[in-house]
């Protein structure tokens, strides 16, 4: 599983608080960004449940 976060991303930092092993925050540019390529399957359920939850619809899950 590959993760990506778009430009609509508004920087609510709920993805960071469900799993700060795959997000973090760009202080900079006021957005989350992806920790890493591949997304461990370990991982791969609460990564899904923050694209689920994603208010601007802005984390982009490809299998």
Request: some cysteine; proline content about 2%; overall charge negative.
């Amino acid at each position: 599983m590959k993760v990506t976060i778009t430009k609509q991303c508004m920087g609510d930092r709920n993805c960071n608080e469900l799993c700060a092993d795959v997000f973090e925050y760009d202080e900079d540019q006021l957005i989350s960004t992806i920790k890493m390529d591949e997304i461990p399957e370990h991982l791969q359920k609460i990564v899904q449940q923050a694209a689920d939850e994603c208010g601007a619809d802005a984390i982009i899950i490809e299998e």
